[in-house]
């Protein structure tokens, strides 16, 4: 191929693709798009809907200050969602026919597309626009149906799915809410129940309700929170009446017998009254909103939680962690300690040089946040009413702080005073109340600094260990490691041993922790069950250091005993881990002498 052939091919190239790009942005024909059959229907710019049912009451609602509301045939709140899905369905509603204005004005067409009495007219307000949509027959197989837009020439066949969700009713509109949507943010509530008239408000700080009257009280701000989420989610089974002439008292709701209203500050804006059981059905309850004439039935666990005297309101919880523990002081008559965070989730004792154990810190501070009140005692006491509870001089002092050392950072102080009936009196220092707990959960309480001692005793290898001295009923036993598994009776010592269970024993033995302290610097053994005849493990390391355990009582109802060691000088007893008991019983032990051979 010549130069110039080529040249002409590149030339007829240039000019196709040069027709191409005119054709395509210049004389291309436009996209056939489907209009909607309610062209310029925008949901959100909606003000007002007409549902006008053949034969049947009109039902109207309308939009203020973003709030649908009913206005015919009743004024009632109304659905929000209901309505605004017929609206998105009316926008996107297209046409899968268009019928001409030609053979829509042929004779009785009207009768033909059911357009002389539609069985459903729409109207709709929109600003200035309005549309209104008549709904016909439907076609023959019943899929789709015809519509004619009021002012537009011509008529549509169209789907007939969305018809649907045109309300047959106003109670298809109408708001089955006690509380309507967005109304959950109150933070005052004044209940009437029978005699008694209490009231709450929400702490903005910490979110915690408080009770105002009869009584300033903490409130149990759990059971409020839950009774308010099930009053918001409670829906009406039932709308049974709306005449405003009604007799309430049949409904037993004048008086009502139970009155509440919830607001914000000193304003309360939502109102509910319930009433009595249907005879028909103990499940449900009558009620009645506030500004509107209409009865209606509720199920009755949806009200349930604000029945109860004013106790059944009140905090059971003796306390509130409003904020981290840094510091807790405890004051036993003269006994003073005080526990204090180091860091993260370090924990000492000042003056004390062992270690604290920051899990037992943990559980002392959870002890104390599940103390439950089993009796309001008092309500409120003055200096001359303590005695007679033993809180003139408490017993025991605890006070949590949430800084260390700042006698103003103070979360909580627990003044714990005198028993009666298995329940201790106590008394925060913060409120006028006497209130009781029971014995068994100030027994949980731990009493002394020693308590809170890290319960590790101590830490070693089996691989380390030289050999074991058995002291038990005035005989001795030594077992000497030689290895791996290996253990041998020491020269002098008889019986039968099981090096391997005996390797797993002292493995177990080197990782020793209480179980829980029972005393400190003993100075009377024998209260503690000790004596020379019971068993005595002693443990000879490599460095020559010895270690050893003593024991004492034992305790059935834990498979364990009993034990004493000597920690920084001081003799300390515990209760020996059950498990590792378990160990030591079956293969440390001298077995009792039979017929001289042990």
């Known amino acids: 191929m010549n130069s110039k052939t080529t040249g002409i091919w590149f030339a007829l190239a240039a000019v196709l693709f040069a027709f191409i790009f005119v054709f395509q942005h210049y004389f291309r024909p436009p996209a056939n798009t489907i209009q909607p059959i309610l062209a310029g229907l925008r949901p959100q710019m909606v003000t007002s809907i007409q549902v006008i049912p053949n034969g049947a009451l009109?039902?109207?609602?309308?939009?203020?200050?973003?709030?649908?509301?009913?206005?015919?045939?009743?004024?009632?709140?109304?659905?929000?969602?209901?309505?605004?899905?017929?609206?998105?369905?009316?926008?996107?509603?297209?046409?899968?026919?268009?019928?001409?204005?030609?053979?829509?004005?042929?004779?009785?067409?009207?009768?033909?597309?059911?357009?002389?009495?539609?069985?459903?007219?729409?109207v709709i307000q929109a600003g200035n626009q309005r549309w209104q949509l008549d709904v016909g027959n439907k076609t023959a197989p019943g899929d789709q149906v015809y519509l004619r837009v009021v002012g537009v020439e011509g008529a549509f066949v169209a789907d007939a799915g969305w018809l649907?969700?045109?309300?047959?009713?106003?109670?298809?509109?109408?708001?089955?809410?006690?509380?309507?949507?967005?109304?959950?943010?109150?933070?005052?509530?004044?209940?009437?129940?029978?005699?008694?008239?209490?009231?709450?408000?929400?702490?903005?700080?910490?979110?915690?309700?408080?009770?105002?009257?009869?009584?300033?009280?903490?409130?149990?701000?759990?059971?409020?929170?839950?009774?308010?989420?099930?009053?918001?989610?409670?829906?009406?089974?039932?709308?049974?009446?709306?005449?405003?002439?009604?007799?309430?008292?049949?409904?037993?709701?004048?008086?009502?017998?139970?009155?509440?209203?919830?607001?914000?500050?000193?304003?309360?804006?939502?109102?509910?009254?319930?009433?009595?059981?249907?005879?028909?059905?103990?499940?449900?309850?009558?009620?009645?909103?506030?500004?509107?004439?209409a009865v209606v039935t509720i199920p009755k666990a949806s009200l349930s939680e604000w029945d109860g005297t004013v106790n059944d309101f009140r905090d059971s919880h003796l306390l509130e962690l409003t904020a981290p523990v840094a510091e807790i002081d405890v004051r036993d008559g003269t006994n003073y300690y005080a526990l204090q965070r180091q860091g993260t989730n370090d924990w000492t004792i000042p003056g004390e040089k062992f270690p604290v154990d920051a899990d037992n810190v943990q559980q002392f501070i959870?002890?104390?946040?599940?103390?439950?009140?089993?009796?309001?005692?008092?309500?409120?006491?003055?200096?001359?009413?303590?005695?007679?509870?033993?809180?003139?001089?408490?017993?025991?002092?605890?006070?949590?702080?949430?800084?260390?050392?700042?006698?103003?950072?103070?979360?909580?102080?627990?003044?714990?005073?005198?028993?009666?009936?298995?329940?201790?009196?106590?008394?925060?220092?913060?409120?006028?109340?006497?209130?009781?707990?029971?014995?068994?959960?100030?027994?949980?309480?731990?009493?002394?600094?020693?308590?809170?001692r890290d319960r590790r005793i101590w830490n070693f290898s089996e691989t380390n260990v030289v050999q074991i001295t058995l002291h038990q009923n005035g005989e001795t036993r030594q077992v000497i490691r030689t290895g791996a598994n290996k253990w041998s009776l020491a020269p002098g010592s008889q019986g039968i041993i099981n090096p391997p269970a005996i390797e797993e024993t002292v493995h177990r033995l080197g990782q020793l922790a209480a179980y829980g302290w029972v005393g400190r610097d003993i100075a009377n053994p024998e209260a503690y069950g000790l004596n020379t005849n019971n068993l005595q493990i002693t443990v000879?390391?490599?460095?020559?250091?010895?270690?050893?355990?003593?024991?004492?009582?034992?305790?059935?109802?834990?498979?364990?005993?009993?034990?004493?060691?000597?920690?920084?000088?001081?003799?300390?007893?515990?209760?020996?881990?059950?498990?590792?008991?378990?160990?030591?019983?079956?293969?440390?032990?001298?077995?009792?002498?039979?017929?001289?051979?042990?």
Do not use: C
């Not at 899905?85 to 899968?96: D, F, I, K, S, V």
């Not at 009713?169 to 004044?190: C, K, M, Y």
């Not at 000088?569 to 209760?575: D, K, T, Y």
């Open 58 to 122: 009109e039902i109207r609602a309308d939009r203020t200050n973003n709030s649908w509301m009913l206005t015919k045939p009743i004024v009632y709140p109304a659905q929000p969602a209901a309505i605004e899905t017929l609206l998105t369905a009316l926008q996107n509603l297209a046409p899968a026919t268009k019928i001409s204005a030609a053979e829509f004005g042929r004779e009785n067409s009207d009768v033909e597309f059911g357009f002389v009495h539609p069985q459903t007219s729409l």
């Open 366 to 452: 959870e002890i104390l946040a599940n103390l439950r009140i089993v009796d309001f005692v008092n309500s409120v006491v003055t200096a001359p009413d303590l005695p007679a509870y033993g809180l003139a001089a408490p017993r025991r002092e605890i006070t949590l702080l949430s800084s260390v050392g700042d006698t103003n950072a103070v979360i909580a102080q627990l003044l714990f005073g005198t028993n009666q009936d298995d329940k201790v009196f106590v008394k925060r220092a913060d409120e006028d109340f006497v209130n009781a707990i029971a014995k068994t959960d100030f027994d949980r309480l731990p009493e002394a600094d020693w308590e809170f």
């Open 164 to 293: 649907k969700l045109i309300p047959h009713a106003v109670n298809d509109w109408r708001s089955t809410a006690l509380v309507e949507a967005g109304q959950n943010d109150f933070d005052s509530i004044l209940l009437t129940n029978g005699a008694e008239v209490v009231e709450f408000h929400r702490d903005a700080t910490n979110g915690l309700w408080r009770m105002t009257r009869p009584l300033q009280a903490r409130a149990d701000s759990d059971r409020i929170t839950d009774a308010l989420q099930h009053l918001l989610t409670a829906r009406v089974t039932q709308f049974v009446t709306d005449d405003p002439n009604a007799d309430l008292t049949a409904f037993g709701l004048q008086p009502a017998g139970l009155d509440l209203w919830l607001g914000h500050g000193t304003n309360f804006t939502v109102g509910i009254y319930a009433g009595k059981s249907p005879a028909d059905d103990s499940t449900q309850i009558y009620a009645q909103r506030e500004g509107w004439n």
């Open 540 to 598: 000879e390391l490599k460095n020559g250091e010895k270690l050893s355990v003593d024991f004492g009582q034992e305790l059935p109802q834990l498979q364990t005993a009993l034990a004493a060691t000597t920690l920084d000088g001081e003799r300390w007893a515990f209760v020996f881990p059950p498990i590792l008991y378990q160990f030591v019983e079956t293969y440390l032990t001298i077995p009792a002498s039979q017929g001289g051979v042990p």
